[in-house]
């Protein structure tokens, strides 16, 4: 047998199906060099209906998803499209058989509602704020204010684990109630430094036990510059005690959701 004979039979055997990744206006065309999951990355398409649209691309059903590419991926497309367009994302791993479920079963179902929560979106997109304390920062803080865990950090130093259990794991729960409290009181501190900028705020669980900071955020995207402005000023405040990141313009993951393509 050929090689060209077998390569014809191995792609009438490959099964496909189409990977849709959010939901867009839909006068949104796709960016030339846009690419979507796949090895190599597949091209991205659109399928319209009315006044929306889903953003989708060819996926082999012979393959695993959920490889860190294939997340990053569809992250990158949402994320870009964010920056430029209202987008609702899907799930990650939404596949469905062709374009016409694409369009029967996700699009025409929910077009008012897609359309209601695009229009809300207008001009808006999500950032993350992420605040760190610097290493031991914290810790100092809570010995320095409170006497209980100064007098017990006294009384472990030099001594054996097994001599003052009792006393670290006292020590450990005032520290860790220590750290929640000034937590919460850095988290008001910083949406109450950007009151002005009118986000929709929405507060993040703690990834580390030292996070100071983690907060998304549903911003237009004309304020970007007096967010950074507004974040530059906390981190010159928190010199030397935590440690800001600012993620985005991203896909408003926090805030709204186009929910599991069907099937």
Request: hydrophobic letters at 40%; aromatic letters at 4%; a negative charge.
């Amino acid at each position: 047998m050929s090689t060209a004979s077998t390569t014809s039979e191995s792609s009438r055997d490959q099964r496909t199906g189409v990977y849709v990744y959010g939901i867009v206006a839909g006068d949104v065309e796709p960016e030339p060099h846009a690419q979507g999951i796949g090895d190599p990355p597949a091209d991205v398409a659109v399928v319209r209906h009315g006044d929306i649209a889903a953003l989708v691309s060819e996926v082999s059903l012979d393959l695993p998803l959920g490889m860190p590419d294939d997340l990053t991926a569809h992250a990158r497309l949402l994320d870009g499209t964010a920056a430029v367009a209202p987008v609702l994302p899907l799930q990650f791993g939404g596949v469905v058989t062709d374009t016409e479920a694409v369009e029967k079963e996700l699009l025409a179902p929910n077009h008012d509602q897609f359309r209601s929560a695009l229009d809300d979106l207008e001009g808006r997109a999500q950032y993350v704020i992420r605040g760190r304390y610097t290493e031991n920062t914290v810790l100092q803080e809570i010995l320095d204010e409170n006497a209980d865990a100064a007098r017990l950090r006294a009384e472990i130093r030099d001594k054996s684990e097994d001599a003052t259990r009792n006393a670290r794991i006292e020590l450990g729960e005032i520290m860790n109630r220590g750290i929640e409290a000034k937590r919460a009181e850095d988290t008001r501190r910083v949406a109450a430094a950007l009151g002005d900028l009118d986000p929709t705020v929405r507060e993040r669980q703690p990834t580390h036990e030292e996070d100071a900071v983690h907060l998304a955020l549903l911003l237009d995207l004309s304020r970007e510059d007096d967010l950074l402005r507004a974040l530059t000023e906390l981190g010159e405040e928190w010199d030397g005690r935590v440690r800001l990141n600012l993620l985005g313009p991203m896909a408003p993951y926090d805030f709204v959701t186009a929910g599991e393509a069907p099937g």
